[in-house]
């Protein structure tokens, strides 16, 4: 009995562990992360479906739009069949019929949009009106076309029909004449699918033709009612700039260079048009030293003129406060550029003045600017042959044929007349102070002079001046150094004025300033006026200059009325220099570069800002 119970255990234990029990406590489940994979690829699978089953039925959506479209079509064109031939023409247009130019309408529960078009055809079997031979009657047969439309209808393209409808009797002599509209672009070449908006303006019979030009850019209107000045036509096309007649007589265009098309019995009148992808402007106003200024005001004028001293494009406007102005859908032209403003003039404009802008084109222009000194001269100095800018000429002008004034093209300057203000500015921010001195150097005696300092009358035998830091505003190469006056009192000695040159590429509140003279060396000194500044120094931003006086006369002290330094920058506009301070009157220039021809010219100067314009010749 013992033994049957120990069996009966045994066994129950062995179901426990491999029967029923077991099985559940054995059978492994599915994993949150195994539910999601599966999850995402079945919605995978059932959004391709979807889109699939949707994309089908779009296509077969589709596929009947195209189907109403084209009987719809069919049907418009059956109904221009079945007219009486004189009927056949669109309402308000040339020739003129009973079809409207645009119909909404609703086919199988879809609207569309028709629009109809009727042209005359000149057929070259009984030659062509102004051919040879000359064809009186060129209205031959019409040419109907007709295009199909569905906006709300995804994904359809336009629908277009066309066909020509002739009479069924023979033609008699024309009563009209005809009207070819020609649009090309910048270089001369056809511009196609032009819109041409032509309205009769010289009757009470409304005519309106809206069309587009043909693939060598040529609208043909046949059979037009003849008119003087009766057809006003516009032509544009998305993108492009646009052009047009003009009234003959108008208030702000009395006399137009295109005035509306006349059209003359039986004789064909040809009016072109041109037209080009838009450009753009980008203006900015700063100083010589690239220091933006906001709110410039300047005219800016086409080249283009619609009539007899009337510009197509004259515009006033300004720069915003940062001194930026960006103009878009800019007509390709040449645009003169003039200041209007009442505190600053143009000193410069890079590239030159005037700026082109060619289609499709994005022209950026600096204005460089002075505050106004009137009067300014900007003189401009060009390669005859090449019309490009010509740097490093000397332009010379003087008014009472003694005393000159010369400036060189394409080198901006920055100088110093005044420096009584004192020492301890850093930057050169106020005109009249400076660095520091070495306590010889006397700055007020002199109005705007600087000289050795006279103690129990005798001037010191040496002092030293040190300048504030000149910012160029950018990136520069430095050329030469002038002082004023440049003859000293023979008393005070040889080398009784010199100068050394400092520059840095950026500047903090520890920068050394190493002054070296023309050998790039601290044991030399600039002792000419106008002398080369040691080439090491290009491709610094900041400069300073250290000036050295000293006598040998203790009753005699040389001095330093201005100091003065030419650099080329980011900001100095090529072959332009600028005269300011100028009174009225007639001065005389002179223009000299080496391997050029001299020029010489008076010129009257009676406005507050004027540009004049120097070609120069080999």
């Known amino acids: 009995m ?13 179901k426990v562990r491999t029967g029923v029990g077991a099985e559940f406590k054995n059978k492994k489940g599915f994993t949150l992360v195994e539910v999601i994979v599966g999850s995402a690829v079945f919605l995978v699978i059932a959004i391709g479906a979807y889109n699939a089953y949707v994309g089908l039925f779009k296509l077969v959506d589709l596929g009947q739009y195209r189907v109403l479209a084209v009987s719809l ?10 007219m009486p031939y004189s009927d056949v023409g669109v309402q308000n247009s040339i020739p003129v019929g009973l079809i409207p130019h645009q119909q909404t309408l609703v086919r ?10 009727v042209r005359n055809v000149d057929l070259s079997f009984d030659g062509t009106i102004g051919g040879v031979p000359n064809d009186l009657s060129p209205a031959d047969n019409k040419l109907l076309e007709i295009t199909v439309s569905c906006s709300d209808c995804r994904g359809m393209a336009p629908i277009t029909l066309s066909g020509r409808v002739a009479p069924k009797n023979l033609e008699t002599a024309s009563t009209n004449g005809a009207l070819f509209i020609k649009v090309f672009d910048a270089n001369g070449q056809p511009v196609q699918g032009a819109a041409v908006h032509v309205v009769n303006v010289a009757t ?5 033709i809206d069309d587009i030009t043909d693939d060598g850019g040529l609208l043909q209107l046949v059979d037009v009612p003849p008119g003087t000045n009766a057809y006003r ?8 700039s646009s052009d047009r007649t003009y009234p003959p007589g108008g208030a702000d265009n009395p006399d137009p260079s295109k005035p509306d098309a006349t059209v003359i019995l039986q004789q064909v009148t040809q009016i072109s048009f041109a037209i080009d992808r838009l450009g753009s402007l980008a203006f900015q106003s700063l100083t010589p030293t690239c220091q933006a200024v906001g709110d410039f005001d300047f005219s800016l004028t086409g080249s283009k003129d619609i009539g007899q001293g009337v510009p197509k494009y004259s515009s006033n406007m300004a720069t915003n406060p940062s001194g930026l102005l960006d103009l878009g859908s800019m007509e390709w032209d040449t645009y003169v550029i003039d200041p209007i403003d009442t505190v600053y003039d143009i000193v410069g404009v890079n590239p030159l003045n005037p700026v082109t802008v060619n289609p499709s084109a994005s022209q950026s222009v600096q204005l460089v600017l002075a505050v106004k000194n009137p009067r300014a001269l900007l003189v401009t100095v060009k390669d005859s042959v090449t019309g490009l800018p010509l740097s490093d000429a000397l ?13 060189t093209t394409g080198k901006g300057y920055l100088n110093q007349t005044d420096w009584s203000g004192g020492f301890g500015q850093e930057s050169f921010s106020n005109p ?9 150097i006397d700055n007020t005696t002199v109005a705007g002079d600087i000289r050795l300092k006279e103690v129990f009358g005798s001037y010191a035998s040496t002092g030293t001046l040190e300048s504030s830091t000149f910012d160029t505003g950018s990136v520069s190469n430095f050329y030469n150094f002038v002082w004023a006056p440049s003859d000293q009192p023979i008393a005070v000695g040889p080398a009784s004025v010199r100068f050394q040159f400092a520059s840095n590429a950026t500047v903090t509140a520890t920068t050394t300033w190493n002054f070296k003279g023309p050998d790039g060396t601290s044991n030399t000194f600039y002792s000419v006026p106008d002398s080369t500044i040691w080439n090491g120094h290009s491709g610094d931003r900041y400069a300073r200059y250290k000036a050295y006086l000293a006598t040998q006369s203790a009753t005699n002290t040389p001095n330093i009325s201005d100091t003065a330094f030419t650099f080329t920058s980011s900001c100095t506009p090529p072959g332009q220099t600028a005269f300011t301070g100028l009174s009225s009157g007639t001065y005389h220039m002179s223009v000299y570069k080496a391997g050029y021809s001299l020029y010489e010219s008076d010129v009257v100067v009676s406005s507050d800002w004027q540009e004049w314009e120097v070609e120069l010749g080999h």
């Open 395 to 407: 332009v010379a002008i003087s008014e009472d044929g003694v005393s000159s004034t010369t400036e």
């Open 73 to 82: 079509a069919n049907e418009q064109f059956e109904l221009a069949r079945n």
């Open 2 to 14: 013992e033994s049957e119970v120990r069996y009966n255990y045994r066994m129950k234990d062995q």
């Open 233 to 240: 036509v516009t032509v544009s096309k998305s993108g492009y």
């Open 204 to 208: 009470t019979t409304t005519i309106v």
């Open 108 to 117: 199988g529960g879809v609207t569309f949009s028709v629009t109809s078009t």
């Open 432 to 440: 009249s102070k400076y660095w520091s001195d070495d306590a010889n």
